[in-house]
């Protein structure tokens, strides 16, 4: 009896002093977004095939609900899931349910999987009308920071004419970059380089991003920095250390399951052996 | 009539109404422990009047200031202090409420509960006769000492020497087996089969065994030596076989303990064929207490205080910013 009573009052005391969510939401909407929140947890770690089982769960729960904000939620993180171990077949099947993408996140989104399929013109072209205007636009925010890293990347890769007017403005925001934003800077700059033909300093630049890449621990950059440096490694014709660094990328790719970057690695692999 | 909006009522309550709240569940707490705190002191019959007694045991196992003690199966009172006295005995003091008084009387004895042995001991005392004078204050109440871990160790011995006396038995009986009369037994058989070997060639050679044993001398010495080397050999086997007859006897005595064995071990079995049934239930039961626990932790991970050291989930639902580096 007086341990019931001590029990009882000690959750009356709980319940008085708690700050939990007073307004109470039916469980058919808390679930998908539990589902949505364990997926971006596997994401972050890297776990994308978990993710993409957690994202299809959420957006089959949020269709039982005809939650049609949720479902595009869920397809937009499926869409990313899938990109990130380039799952083409997959992202194409989601992005071509979702119905309306005219806005800025979702031409972002699609540019960046033309970018992924390495159609780097395409890609360019799809962020055109949301280009920032380099020349007169002050840059406050994080978002504009990485508005302009992306407009920089496509334009360098797609070997545009605005790519140098981009990069000066990049260089002059770099005293601001976070450790990510300055790895990422430093592997533009090794490309811009490149182009420059200053394979010396690219080589230099980028051996430095992928140092910045491993403090951070991002797998994904981690083995595209690998396969860019190896790229640059096969210009000075120096295939064997082109050849370490891409079984290195292979090992990581392979530990994201990323069979598409697998079967490419292989493909570059055999052609340096041959 | 004005609808209330759907919210928790604390939100459209005023500053003065949400402080009296806080303070009727503070004062409400307040007048419940004190509550709980009488009835404590009231059933732990602190301020009750005692009457002491003691008794001298050979080993207190299982006894403490915590042990109880009972009269008739009603708690009455609990040991106050333990002792060792000069001849090495053990003094226990103990006490019981005054209204107990009257059951102990003189022919009260008391005894130690057979679950001393496993820690949980208790002073059980027996009620005495009315007709008999009311047992004094600090007098010995004799109590019976439970058996010891040594003579439950002293009772399990027979069975430990029967353990040794069948490893001996098997012993025994792997012993008969000696390995040089099995090796003369196999020299003696293989000489048979050499013998038998060469008569077969004889026979095939065309010539007629039993002929030439009655006319060809030569071929009758070397039956006789057959015969005589199959009749040393026969002696051999059976003086084997007469070796062999105990262990005969003995594997049938094992085969059939065996037999008893493998009966008990299907039971066993069974047994736990029928607990399996159960398995995915358990399984089942135990996956929907996780996922409650999981709830619960979570829930209480937003309570205060630990809401405010604990991270608490993202709201975010959108995987932001993260191709950059693709």
């Known amino acids: 009896m007086i341990k019931l009573c001590l029990a009882l009052l000690c959750i009356v005391n709980l319940i008085a002093c708690s700050s939990h969510q007073v307004i109470e939401r039916p469980y058919a909407m808390i679930q998908p977004e539990s589902m949505m929140q364990k997926g971006l947890q596997v994401y972050q770690q890297d776990d994308y095939l978990q993710a993409h089982q957690f994202f299809t769960q959420a957006l089959v729960l949020y269709q039982s609900i005809d939650d049609e904000v949720g479902q595009k939620q869920a397809k937009f993180n499926l869409i990313k899931a899938n990109l990130a171990i380039h799952r083409f077949k997959q992202v194409d099947t989601v992005l071509n349910s979702v119905e309306e993408t005219n806005n800025a996140e979702w031409s972002l989104l699609k540019a960046n999987v033309l970018f992924a399929k390495g159609q780097y013109k395409q890609a360019f072209q799809a962020i055109a009308s949301d280009l920032l205007d380099v020349k007169t636009q002050v840059l406050i925010t994080s978002k504009q920071r990485n508005q302009l890293f992306i407009q920089t990347k496509f334009a360098l890769f797609a070997d545009a004419k605005e790519s140098s007017v981009f990069y000066q403005r990049l260089k002059q925001e770099q005293p601001v970059f976070t450790i990510a934003q300055q790895a990422l800077f430093k592997r533009l700059d090794a490309h811009y380089h490149r182009q420059q033909g200053q394979p010396e300093q690219a080589l230099e630049l980028m051996s430095m991003a992928l140092t910045l890449y491993k403090s951070q621990a991002n797998r994904r950059a981690i083995a595209n920095c690998l396969e860019e440096l190896a790229t640059l490694y096969q210009l000075q014709h120096q295939p064997n250390k082109a050849k370490s660094l891409l079984k290195r990328a292979f090992i990581i790719r392979k530990w994201l399951k990323d069979d598409y970057k697998m079967a490419a690695l292989q493909l570059k692999l055999k052609a340096l052996q041959d | 009539m004005t609808k209330k909006p759907n919210i928790h009522y604390i939100h459209y309550l005023s500053q003065t109404a949400k402080e009296r709240l806080v303070g009727g569940f503070f004062i409400l707490s307040l007048f419940i422990i004190a509550g709980l705190v009488g009835m404590k002191v009231k059933s732990s019959n602190i301020f009750d009047e005692v009457i002491t007694y003691h008794t001298h045991m050979q080993t207190a196992q299982g006894i403490s200031l915590e042990t109880l003690v009972n009269i008739s199966g009603i708690e009455a009172g609990k040991v106050s202090s333990i002792e060792i006295t000069d ?13 107990f008084e009257k059951l102990i009387r003189t022919d009260s004895k008391g ?4 679950l001393s042995l496993i820690g949980n001991s208790v002073i059980m005392i ?66 048979i089969l050499a013998d038998i070997e060469g008569m077969t060639a004889h026979i095939s050679s065309g010539q007629g065994l039993v002929g030439k044993a009655l006319y060809d001398t030569q071929q009758a010495e070397k039956v006789t030596e057959s015969l005589n080397s199959t009749a040393a050999s026969l002696a051999g086997v059976e003086q084997r076989v007469t070796e062999i007859e105990p262990l005969i006897n003995s594997l049938t005595a094992l ?3 065996s037999g008893q064995l493998i009966i008990d071990m299907r039971a066993s079995l069974k047994k736990i064929d029928a607990e399996l049934e159960h398995l995915p239930e ?36 959108v995987i932001d910013g993260d191709s950059l580096h693709d």
């Open chain 2, 87 to 99: 001849d090495n005995s053990i003094h226990i003091q103990f006490f019981i409420y005054k209204r």
């Open chain 2, 111 to 114: 005894v130690l509960s057979k």
């Open chain 2, 126 to 191: 027996t009620a005495g006769r009315s007709s008999l004078p009311l047992l004094p204050s600090g007098a010995e109440i004799i109590i019976d000492e439970p058996i010891t871990t040594n003579d439950l160790m002293e009772g399990m011995l027979p069975v430990i020497n029967d353990l040794d006396s069948i490893a001996s038995y098997l012993s025994d009986i792997i012993a008969v087996i000696e390995p040089d009369s099995i090796e003369a037994s196999t020299e003696s058989i293989k000489t």
């Open chain 2, 255 to 257: 085969a059939d303990e």
């Open chain 2, 282 to 317: 358990i399984i089942n039961n135990a996956e929907t207490l996780l996922q409650s626990t999981g709830e619960t932790v979570q829930g209480v991970q937003k309570i205060w205080p630990l809401s405010t050291v604990m991270p608490q989930p993202s709201k975010v639902l």
